[in-house]
């Protein structure tokens, strides 16, 4: 039976791969070694007694008492905090979801994959901060790197086993967010809730935002450029409202291969937990008749700054790409607590990078998990309001 990890399991991500390892027959299907969680500790402890996991972790110390009295009786092994996870993740599993959000999934993910398993990566942060690092931990260990974002899902799909000399460029799709619509002059004063709605998906909070600033698209454009080894000039960004096509694959001989699918994560996750294989999932097929049109436009690089910021973070390499995620990870806290305001994380992020540039060791890519979490720390300091 394959041994599977769920981290972050009690997030939007997280619990469609709980859904999903349910669908499939629970614990009669998969043997489930570690859940983790943050203070959603009621949510935490019935995943884990439902999938008779061996250990749940939650995130914070705090919380260890009201986990332990959750689990009494079950089984499930109750732990916490930041070295309990690390914990969690060294214990050997086939299958690891990344879904942790933030440079939080960094630690966990490395340490998965060096116990050379599949991790299914939906923690794009640890691509952006940490991407050469994650490479060169599943090389020597021998661990695969499956696409759990839907684009990179849909790239890695499209891809197939088609080389990529062949390919002229690769275009993830975005939806254009809450603020795709709206004039120019508004968005300064977009408050939290109406930049924490998304025309399709059903997120977290954060990647919802993010969406709305595309902060969430220069990741992923970042996040290709990681997984494909692609290089900027053949990753592009196409708005496309209705979220139906995910990725398109061109190649020099004209043709195009595209992915579609319905807004639904359970497609992702799936397809990476049964890859190489195809099996059934519980994801509706898409009727094209009904949609009548798909519709696409440029994005417009006034409104969303963000995409720009990608393009230079590549251009630069080195620790730009951590900067920019923890740039961007403090400028986000500050938007939700009020602190700053919705067009005011863009400058902040470009900031922060142009300070930090001129630090030594900049221009080099950091290679260990202290260097990157130095880095974090550094470039929160900075963009901190
Ligand atoms: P979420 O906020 O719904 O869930 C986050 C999970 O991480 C929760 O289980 C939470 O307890 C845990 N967590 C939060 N902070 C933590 C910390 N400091 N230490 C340990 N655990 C912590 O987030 P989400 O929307 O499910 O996104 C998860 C990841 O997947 C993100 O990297 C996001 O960019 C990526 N992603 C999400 C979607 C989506 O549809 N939601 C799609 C593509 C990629
Ligand atoms: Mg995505």
Known sequence: MRRIS???????????????????GGPEAYRTVALTGGRNIARLAEMARELQAEIAVTAHEDCLPELRDALAGSGVRAAAGSNAL??????????????????????????????????ALANKESLVCAGGLLRDTAAASGAKILPVDSEHSAVFQALGSDNLESVKEVVITASGGAFRDWPLERLAAATVAEASTHPNWAMGQRITIDSASMFNKAMEVIEAHELFGLSPDRIRVLVHPESIIHAMVTHHDGGSIAHLGAPDMRHAIGFALNWP??????????????LGQLTFREPDELRWPALRLAREVMQAGGAAGAVFNAAKEQALD???????????MGP???????????????????????????WDRAARQEARA
Do not use: C, K, Y
């Open 86 to 119: 690390i914990e969690a993740a060294s214990m050997p599993a086939d299958w690891v979801l990344s879904s942790i959000v933030g440079s939080a999934g960094l630690a966990p993910g490395l340490t998965a994959l060096a116990q050379g398993g599949t991790l």
């Open 348 to 374: 902040r992020v470009e900031t922060t990078l142009a300070t930090l540039s001129a630090q030594p060791g900049f221009g080099h890519a950091p290679d260990t998990l202290d260097t990157v979490l130095q």
């Open 277 to 290: 294989e195809r099996r059934p999932l519980p994801v509706p097929a898409l009727d094209l008749a009904a």
């Open 334 to 344: 500050d938007f939700i607590a009020g602190r700053i305001g919705f067009t005011d």
């Open 6 to 24: 769920i981290f972050g399991a009690t997030g939007s991500v997280g619990a469609n791969g709980v859904d999903l390892i349910r669908d499939a």
